[in-house]
């Protein structure tokens, strides 16, 4: 009931749909503008024959942005549950009988069905840009792959978004947060810039950042069927390359398993989740103490 009222105060707020349109024109403007010239110099340097730069560019680095467009998307949902603690909404529900965690977790639903619907358009967008300027299309398998990391990206993006609007209790304070969190968000998940342009220590911190992982996924995923093909036969040229880029990941000098990077991805959620549960405990705590000292007055 909770997650349909907040998809409905979405829906019924135009400008909000609309700003949430805009932010993902703002994350692929700014690759297309600014980006797209340096990237294509990096990629070509890097070894990939000259009929593959375009292509192989464009699917690395649009692959890259769903889990910024994820953490864009989420911005105006969240603004309303934020808007709902300010005013009082939230206590009003919080005198039914539905617990702090029931009103979190429905908040999460509904920012993570925003998230994915507006990353379902964008993924389905880009494929019609890929077949028709380059008569490029994913495999069936290669595309489920994609979708089904575009679902975890909705939701660990939006949960990580949802701990901030939890500790954030006013409007003003989220949205200027929410200005600093969207500019940096396509830095800290390595979607932006070559992998080796970080700092080492950089580098150990991202990789536990969630949305750092998801956007090295989706680029794997999207350049599986053509690394071979991009390249000359090099193997190590390859592997060299991934590694500057951030495709191919290390830890210790060892390759990081797509297996290592799920299991991080599955964590993730389980902390998202666990820091709700302490919010529940400690909103369920601060409710019994309000209404003790209430009863204490009458």
Known sequence: MIVKRNLAVFLNN??????????????VSLYVLFLRNFSLDVVEAG??????????????MISALFPVISTTTSFGILHIYVRDTETG????????????????????ISSAVVSAFFSLIT??????????????????????????TLAFSSVICSGILLVFANLLKTVGAFLTFANLYGTLAGFLSGSYLP????????KNVLFFYPP???????????LENMKEASF??????????????????????????????????LISIALLITVFLLFNTKDKL???????????KH
């Open 195 to 202: 992998y080796s342009f970080y700092p080492q220590w950089l």
């Open 123 to 148: 993924l389905i967008l880009s494929e019609i840009y890929f077949r028709y300027e380059y008569s490029n299309t994913l495999e069936p398998l290669t595309l489920l792959k994609l979708l089904i």
């Open 232 to 265: 000359p036969q090099q193997s190590e040229l390859l592997n060299e390359f991934f590694k500057n880029m951030g495709i191919l990941l290390q830890w210790d000098n060892k390759n990081v398993s797509l297996k290592c990077q799920i299991i991080i991805t």
């Open 47 to 60: 070894g990939v024959k000259k009929e593959y730069v375009s292509l192989f560019t464009d699917r690395m």
């Open 286 to 296: 601060s409710i019994n103490i309000k209404n003790h000292i209430i009863s204490r």
């Open 14 to 27: 135009k400008a909000v749909i609309f700003l949430t349109f805009a932010s993902i024109c703002v994350v």
């Open 89 to 108: 909404i939230k206590r009003d529900f919080l005198t039914a009988p539905v617990s702090p965690f029931t009103l979190t977790l429905s908040c999460w």
């Open 212 to 222: 750092f992982q998801l956007a090295n996924l989706c680029r794997q995923f999207s």
